[in-house]
């Protein structure tokens, strides 16, 4: 299994740019999201989706659209760049587990965003 | 989902001596997570404990868990170069919610 992947891997956009942040899964994980991870921030929440249809806003939504037509695929985007958004975001999956799931999460490598 | 949060937020020791690090958090939980992140890399699942364990072993990590005081920790024995990074703690269901993490650093 491949796990997460995560493409691009490096980034650079100038302000008011749109563009794609694919992100894939082969384990038939019913649960993916999207973080970013800014120095001394930790990682936050962007948006969700518990199954293939479904999605939902996390912590900071704003500037950023998702869809998830399969299970594998969890694209995030950027619809009008700005600098506020150069980040490192991280794609995650998880099994919902059925009960007494674990929800363990598996995380992508990351790409790495420069909006100038 | 609920956040947790970690303490210190940096930690500093020779290689060979023990790492301990905290989180808090503050509503009940069904399970508590500890993950760890190399620099510039994804967090990696390191171990789980459910609310009706009170410790757990995994290699040189030990994790304990009092519900009483919703706190946890994770400690980590004869430390590593290589063990260096940030380490966070995270409870309840998908998504999870990250503190800001404890960053550890070894020194050789």
């Known amino acids: 299994n491949a796990g997460v992947t995560q493409t691009p891997k490096f980034q650079v956009l100038k302000t008011g740019q749109s563009m794609t942040l694919q992100c894939a899964q082969d384990m038939n994980h019913e649960y993916m999201s999207w973080y970013r991870q800014d120095p001394g921030m930790g990682l936050r929440l962007i948006h969700y989706s518990v199954g293939a249809g479904i999605t939902d806003q996390g912590e900071v939504p704003n500037g950023y659209n998702v869809s998830r037509s399969t299970t594998e695929d969890f694209p995030l985007r950027l619809l009008s760049a700005a600098p506020s958004q150069t980040s490192v975001y991280f794609c995650?999956?998880?099994?919902?587990?059925?009960?007494?799931?674990?929800?363990?999460?598996?995380f992508g490598p990351g790409t790495r965003l420069t909006v100038l | 989902s609920q956040q947790g949060e970690e303490d210190p937020q940096a930690l500093s020791i020779q290689e060979g001596e023990n790492a301990t690090m905290n989180c808090s958090y503050k509503?009940?939980?069904?399970?508590l997570q500890w993950y760890r992140q190399n620099s510039g890399r994804g967090l990696v699942h390191l171990i789980l404990?459910?609310?009706?364990?009170r410790e757990k072993h995994s290699g040189r990590l030990r994790v304990t868990l009092d519900t009483s005081k919703k706190s946890s920790s994770l400690l980590i024995t004869a430390s590593r170069a290589a063990d260096t990074a940030s380490y966070f703690c995270?409870?309840?269901?998908?998504?999870?919610?990250f503190g800001k993490g404890t960053r550890l650093s070894v020194i050789a």
């Open positions: 509503t009940s939980i069904n399970n």
């Open positions: 995270a409870t309840g269901r998908t998504p999870l919610v």
């Open positions: 995650a999956s998880s099994s919902s587990g059925g009960r007494g799931g674990t929800d363990t999460q598996y």
């Open positions: 404990i459910r609310s009706n364990e």
